[in-house]
């Protein structure tokens, strides 16, 4: 069941690679993001009847869509760094990355390893909406500009 749910999981990110520059251009940016984080939030869901086919139904969104969320903020983090700086910062980001992603699997099985599947899908859904929130209110969210305004040459949005 496990490999199941990561051959499927993989599946839906191979499948929203392929739409992520369909959405990147219907969708704005904030659009995207405030998607993903809600998307995240569903776990919660899971709480109430937890079990793989409850999982795979609350990530199955997200794996579809986090391909979208990637490609606008890397594009959006390359078009504000100055030329000269943009492997310095693709690769600060990529660390901090890399440093981060093993922290969600190791929360997850210290909580299962404390708690019922229940209460951790509440404490984890619990913080994913609590960054929801966050980003829904969040004024740099809300006042990013869209990768297309950044495309515009100087000067020209201000005309």
């Known amino acids: 069941a496990i490999g199941a749910l990561i051959a499927v999981f993989g599946g839906a990110s191979l499948a929203g690679s392929l739409v992520a520059p369909r959405i990147a251009k219907l969708l704005s940016m904030r659009a995207i993001m405030l998607g993903n984080e809600w998307l995240g939030a569903a776990i919660l869901l899971c709480a109430v009847a937890p079990g793989p086919y409850a999982l795979?139904?609350?990530?199955?969104?997200?794996?579809?869509?986090?391909?979208?969320?990637?490609?606008?903020?890397?594009?959006?983090?390359?078009?504000?760094?100055?030329?000269?700086?943009?492997?310095?910062?693709?690769?600060?980001?990529r660390n901090l990355a890399q440093i981060a992603a093993p922290l969600g699997p190791l929360a997850a099985g210290l909580l299962l390893g404390a708690y019922s599947p229940r209460v951790t899908f509440v404490i984890l859904g619990g913080i994913a909406l609590a960054l929801a929130v966050w980003t829904s209110v969040s004024p740099s969210i809300r006042n990013a500009p869209s990768l297309s305004e950044l495309d515009e040459p100087l000067g020209a949005a201000t005309m």
């Open 56 to 93: 795979l139904a609350c990530t199955l969104p997200i794996a579809f869509f986090s391909p979208s969320l990637n490609s606008v903020v890397i594009g959006y983090r390359t078009a504000i760094t100055p030329d000269h700086l943009v492997g310095r910062v693709s690769s600060v980001a």
